[in-house]
């Protein structure tokens, strides 16, 4: 049973539009939520996230929104580059920033010039 | 700041035999953290260390993987003897109170 879904395999933009990745979850008791992004054959590097107390952060180009009544939050990329091309997972963890991270099965974003 | 460091990168063998990964974290980071990620899916909690105690391995196939932080900086996870099915991206991640950093992985494929 997945707790986080990721329900987009990919996603294709155009270089200076808006990128917006999204993921659902089940659990109500999951607190914290991360977006990672990876490019092949390296580890997840980390990029945004959000306690369940907030309904957005935002750190330059992205934006990281959460609507809990929805149990859905979204990672929004604007402008995208194509140096934003690589999978996108989104995570959720019950014990804050040191919990079980659960992770969704990605996304992954193609910008195209 | 050096990253999380693992090794070997990648690792062929044989389904039955024996196989040890290595992580080394980032220095100062008490929590460390070893995923599986199988093609296709997200990365999987296998086992969460704080210092050199285990938090979290009520995922962990207890009857081929093992995983050990002695002195609480290095850790080993071994799986004996490997199945098929273990052929993964076996990631190593460390924090220190904020997000988990992670390593770059070792590609483990079972023939």
């Known amino acids: 049973d997945q707790q986080v879904k990721q329900n987009s395999p990919s996603l294709s933009v155009q270089e200076g539009r808006i990128s917006i990745l999204n993921c659902d979850y089940t659990n109500s008791m999951f607190d914290y939520f991360l977006w990672y992004k990876k490019y092949p054959a390296e580890g997840p590097t980390f990029l945004i996230s959000i306690s369940s107390i907030k309904d957005k952060n935002e750190d330059g180009r992205f934006t990281v929104f959460l609507n809990k009544s929805a149990k859905h939050l979204s990672l929004h990329i604007v402008p995208s580059q194509p140096g934003d091309s690589a999978v996108y997972f989104c995570a959720a963890s019950r014990g804050g920033s040191q919990g079980n991270l659960i992770f969704g099965k990605g996304t992954k974003l193609s910008v195209k010039p | 700041e050096a990253g999380v460091a693992q090794s070997p990168r990648y690792k062929i063998i044989e389904k039955r035999q024996s196989v040890a990964f290595w992580c080394n974290p980032i220095s100062g980071h008490a929590t460390l953290y070893w995923y599986q990620q199988i093609l296709g899916q997200g990365p999987k909690l296998l086992i969460q260390f704080q210092n050199n105690g285990v938090v979290d391995d009520s995922q962990l196939p207890k009857d081929r993987f093992s995983a050990e932080r002695l002195k609480g900086v290095d850790s080993t996870l071994k799986i004996q003897p490997a199945k098929l099915e273990d052929s993964a991206v076996y990631l190593c991640?460390?924090?220190?109170?904020?997000?988990?950093?992670f390593g770059p992985g070792t590609r483990l494929l079972v023939l």
């Open positions: 991640a460390s924090s220190s109170g904020a997000h988990p950093y």
